[in-house]
């Protein structure tokens, strides 16, 4: 079972940066895709960014996009994202996940079978 634990959430100022960390472990040899997703009180799951295992190729979210970076992935069992430029709308539960199915687009939850805990982001005025 592979395992995930998410660091590095706070409270940041808008423009500030923020950088989440993701660790993985188990067989993480079997994972072909890490990511994050978030969610604010009241909102659905938002894709934000992924990494495949190499990190040759990322993918972001329309609303990251230019501000956020991912670095990482399954080789080195980890899944970084830098967060600069943070906006009051990016306040929200930061959740890392990795997918041992090969069937799927990065940016739908319904392609990762595995979760952390999540990190709260909140960013004020």
């Known amino acids: 079972q592979v395992q995930l634990v998410e660091s590095g959430g706070g409270l940041v100022q808008a423009g500030g940066s923020l950088r989440l960390s993701c660790a993985a472990s188990?067989?993480?040899?079997?994972?072909?895709?890490m990511g994050w997703f978030r969610q604010a009180p009241g909102k659905e799951r938002e894709f934000v960014a992924a990494?495949?295992?190499?990190?040759?190729?990322?993918f972001y979210g329309d609303n990251v996009k230019g501000r956020f970076t991912i670095s990482g992935g399954s080789a080195k069992a980890t899944a970084d994202l830098q967060m600069n430029g943070l906006q009051l709308e990016d306040t929200a539960n930061y959740y890392c996940?990795?997918?041992?199915?090969?069937?799927?687009?990065?940016?739908?939850?319904?392609?990762?079978?595995?979760w952390g805990q999540g990190t709260q982001v909140t960013v004020s005025r």
């Open positions: 996940a990795a997918s041992t199915r090969t069937l799927g687009p990065p940016n739908y939850s319904f392609r990762y079978n595995h």
């Open positions: 188990g067989p993480t040899d079997s994972v072909y895709l």
């Open positions: 990494i495949t295992s190499y990190g040759e190729s990322t």
